[in-house]
């Protein structure tokens, strides 16, 4: 195992001298840096917290992430967005996905290629444009991948922050090995629409691993991962 793992060190090296990491989980979410001089560096959020939760609102024109987010969830007159991640790896044939479960407010439909959103017109930013209207012209239908990007483009800009470096590509981890090639085409789509890159999808325990395996030297001994 620990041999496979330090494979992957040449391929860690060629990405770049700035490289980053993503954690894109369901309820919270992390992002690790490769800075020179630094080794790995945790992404700090705009409260100055490693760990930021996966969370979006639209509120009065206003997009909020984070705590921010949260502390609208119950706000009827805005639209939450809690756990948004579960849309990227729920198959379409699936009729249970949770909905009222994690408190989304708004209506969740389907079509021939995802899962879509209802978000009241009044909330979305001027600048935003969404065309695909309602059942009526108060409400737009906004994409599950759309929404995941703008949380995604979030933990981005708080990487550059911290890092003081732009970053367009690195690694995501998945919950999973055996999530659907739909399922990874959402993530993909997700991430480029952020403007980032995804270079390679990691399994957790394997991104562990591959922490653990770099300053190791090879020895013969075995090692569980949990």
Do not use: W
């Not at 009827?76 to 996905?97: A, G, I």
């Not at 990691?202 to 991962?225: K, W």
């Amino acid at each position: 195992m620990l041999t496979r793992i330090l494979l992957l060190l040449p391929l860690l090296k060629q990405l770049s001298q700035f490289a980053l990491g993503v954690d894109y989980g369901g309820e919270f979410h992390k992002g690790s840096m490769i800075i020179p001089g630094k080794y790995f560096y945790m992404v700090e959020n705009q409260i100055s917290k490693k760990k930021s939760p996966t969370a979006l609102a639209f509120c009065a024109g206003d997009r909020l992430f984070e705590n921010q987010a949260l502390k609208k969830v119950l706000k009827k007159t805005c639209d939450s967005f809690v756990f948004p991640t579960r849309f990227l790896y729920k198959r379409l044939e699936e009729s249970e996905y949770g909905a009222e479960l994690f408190l989304d407010s708004q209506r969740v439909v389907k079509d021939d290629i995802g899962f879509l959103f209802e978000v009241q017109k009044q909330n979305l930013p001027q600048l935003t444009n969404f065309t695909r209207n309602s059942t009526d012209d108060q409400h737009y239908l906004i994409r599950a991948e759309e929404v995941n990007a703008m949380i995604l483009e979030s933990n981005l800009f708080n990487a550059g922050k911290t890092g003081n470096t732009v970053f367009k590509d690195g690694v995501l981890t998945i919950p999973s090995n055996d999530l659907s090639i739909e399922a990874r085409k959402r993530i993909k789509a997700a991430n480029e629409l952020a403007g980032f890159k995804v270079l390679g999808l990691v399994h957790e325990n394997t991104a562990a691993a591959l922490y653990y395996a770099i300053d190791r030297q090879p020895v013969p001994e075995n090692i569980l991962f949990v």
